[in-house]
């Protein structure tokens, strides 16, 4: 059982940046690939961006392509969200996920996910 636990929300104005990092437990962090993805009430949960088990590939929702970066340390055990230039329509619960997917693109899917974390609130205001 894999535990994951997000930090770094917050309050926010539009253009500014934030950090999201998730940390994990319970598990061999290097033989998940992770995920963001993030909610607002009334809809569905969405893909923000997803990495491969070492680092090396990314993928991205076209929406936050040139602004959010993922990374992790396999060292630490954490994965990280860079949001640069943060809009209002950003607003949302973001979740960190987990996922033994073999295909990376296929993360895009929530219905992939193995784990999920609780989820931290980002509100950018206009």
């Known amino acids: 059982q894999v535990q994951l636990v997000e930090s770094g929300g917050g309050l926010v104005q539009a253009g500014d940046s934030l950090r999201l990092s998730c940390a994990a437990s319970g598990g061999i962090f290097s033989s998940y690939a992770m995920g963001w993805f993030r909610q607002v009430p009334g809809k569905e949960r969405e893909f923000v961006a997803c990495?491969?088990?070492?680092?090396?590939?990314?993928f991205y929702a076209d929406s936050v392509k040139g602004r959010f970066t993922i990374s992790r340390d396999n060292a630490k055990n954490t994965v990280y969200l860079q949001m640069n230039s943060l809009k209002p329509e950003d607003t949302a619960v973001y979740y960190c996920?987990?996922?033994?997917?073999?295909?990376?693109?296929?993360?895009?899917?929530?219905?992939?996910?193995?784990?999920w974390g609780q989820g931290t609130q980002v509100t950018v205001s206009s």
């Open positions: 990495i491969s088990r070492s680092g090396g590939t990314t």
């Open positions: 996920a987990a996922s033994t997917v073999v295909q990376l693109r296929v993360l895009a899917n929530p219905n992939i996910v193995n784990y």
